[in-house]
């Protein structure tokens, strides 16, 4: 498994969590690359930057990707298995994982810092909000540090290596041994099962920027996971250089960018033939609930339609 240390001084690289990291092996294509791909639609015409600009902004406003999947980008990712997971979800990649039935798993696990470790949100089902005190940040770094540790030495008494686990099983006294003396270790495929979705991985993976674009916006975005979000966002500052003007137009129009509801579109629509003390007085003068459902939003499309114009709801 690599470590962080060998690869903190390759410029090529971002350190992302405690022990992961994201790194850009090669890219193929370029800015100019996918114009030259978009122009076999729209024939030669003009071949500035400039105008490479403007049909680069035209394409991604208006949705024609395919350009930009006349590119291809390799990276090295170490992430927490959870991390993976996630990434693995979306379906338009190609990735080589470190294969655990071959070697060792890593005794690296994620420790989140003492400023992630918050409740579950209240509001939110898949997040995490509000605060948690000094004392127990401490007590659950201790709890998931030592399952951690269980858990590795478990690993390592099912692979037949006792050597360091006795404190942890010690189950091998003469009395009552679990196991007998000369029990040779499982397979790698089985013993790994005891090994929790914090420990470390590492992986190529490879994706058009297309594609790549699509996982960054879900991704990098505050529904994502905390921890994703670091590998979202190191992965956007690798390619960023590679590809500028495809990274700016993608700010513009969609990272920054935001997609209304019908019912939103009704209510934008009243609120500009109206000024924002109607909007204001809409909102007092009624309950959240009923506010949201005078125009057939959840309560949550209406909180979120408020924060996208800095309405307090
Ligand atoms: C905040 C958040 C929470 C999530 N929570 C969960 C969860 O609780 N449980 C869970 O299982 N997943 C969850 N996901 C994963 C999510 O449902 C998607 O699977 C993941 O984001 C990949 O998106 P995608 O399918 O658009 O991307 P990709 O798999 O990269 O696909 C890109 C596009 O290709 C097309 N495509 C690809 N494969 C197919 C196909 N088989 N059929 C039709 N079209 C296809 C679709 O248009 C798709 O948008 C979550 C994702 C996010 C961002």
Known sequence: ???????????????????????????????????????????????????????????????????????????????????????????????????????????????????????????????????????????????????????????NVLLGEREGSEEHYNAYSDESPLLSADFPGIARELARSVIPVAVYSEMYWQQSLHNMFHLIKLRSDNHAQYEIRQYANAIYELIKPKFPICCEAFDDYVRNGVSLSHMELILLKEILTHDQTWLKEQITNRTPIEFASAYNLTLREAKDFCVRFDIDF
């Open 1 to 155: 498994m690599t470590t962080q240390f060998e690869i903190i001084d390759n410029l090529n690289y971002i350190p992302v969590l405690d022990h992961g990291f994201c790194g850009l092996i090669e890219t193929l294509g370029s800015d100019d690359a996918v114009c030259d791909a978009a122009r076999v639609s729209y024939g030669a015409g003009t071949r500035s930057s400039r105008d490479n600009r403007g049909l680069i902004r035209y394409l991604v406003r208006n949705g024609h990707t395919s350009p930009l999947e006349m590119t291809a980008i390799k990276l090295h990712v170490k992430a927490p298995i959870f991390v993976l997971r996630q990434m693995f979800r979306h379906r338009t990649h190609s990735a080589n994982e470190n294969s655990a039935r071959y070697s060792i798993m890593s005794d690296e696990f994620y420790l989140p810092s003492d400023e992630q470790i918050k409740p579950q949100s209240q509001n939110n089902k898949q997040g995490r909000a509000g605060e948690i005190d000094a004392i127990s940040k401490h007590g659950v770094r201790w709890i998931m540090q030592t399952a951690y540790e269980n858990a590795y030495a478990a690993y």
